[in-house]
């Protein structure tokens, strides 16, 4: 087994790409760094059904941030780092393929320099399962940054797993959040539940409206 080094954005996230990289020979240890996720009790929610669904599955966990009792000190406290993802990628606002890209980046940088501290040779990451990330950006970012702290990437493509990743960790009754993490995604989420329910109100409108016609006709 190839020891692996697992960037894992939340628990339902990392049940796919864990079984998968088992299966291809791999041992993932999940590396825990994720200064974009508001609020803070959001965060603390996330992290904590990540670490009883690894508990569950055996799978390491080590959080990235200097300071968190890891060992890690190549990278920020997770104060500092929420400072530098304000400074980063809040200035990209709702300009969603910038903002999500510098997200990307300062997250995967982060673990790509704590899986060099900590040893590792490989690199991946679970945002690379859902169909709601920017899945090109966000390989390419993974590639050059590992390769930039002597990591091999390993990109794969587990979206076609995520309706998977969806039931199971319903059937766990993991805690499943609606937005991806920083308060623009919050508001855009809302924003398209509202504009789903609008349209929903349309249709059965128009339906009602149809159906008197024809009582009337
Ligand atoms: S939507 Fe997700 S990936 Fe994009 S900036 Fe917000 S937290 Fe980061």
């Excluded at 791999?26 to 009883?52: C, G, K, M, Y």
């Excluded at 504009?195 to 009582?215: N, W, Y």
Aim: net charge neutral.
């Amino acid at each position: 087994m190839t020891p692996l080094a697992l960037h894992a954005c939340c628990g339902p996230c990392s049940l796919m790409p864990v079984a998968s990289l088992r299966e291809e020979g791999f041992e993932p240890t999940i590396l825990w760094d994720n200064p974009n996720i508001q609020s803070a009790a959001e965060h603390d929610v996330r992290l904590e059904t990540l670490l009883a669904w690894a508990d569950d599955v055996d799978v390491p966990v080590i959080r990235c941030e200097r300071g968190a009792g890891s060992g890690v000190s190549s990278t920020a406290t997770l104060a500092e780092q929420r400072l530098a993802w304000e400074r980063a990628v809040a200035p990209h606002g709702f300009e969603r393929v910038a903002r999500c890209r510098a997200c990307y980046a300062i997250r995967l940088a982060n673990a790509c320099k704590a899986a060099s501290e900590l040893g590792f040779t490989h690199i991946s990451t679970t945002l690379a399962v859902s169909p709601y990330q920017l899945f090109d950006d966000c390989s390419a970012i993974l590639e050059r940054t590992a390769r930039a702290c002597g990591l091999v990437p390993v990109t794969r493509d587990w979206r076609p797993l995520y309706p998977q990743a969806t039931r199971e960790s319903r059937e766990r009754g993991m805690y499943r959040q609606n937005y991806c993490g920083c308060r623009f995604s919050a508001a855009e989420a809302a924003i398209e539940r509202h504009e789903r329910r609008d349209e929903r109100k349309r249709e059965k409108a128009a339906r009602r409206a149809a159906a008197g016609v024809v009582a009337q006709g």
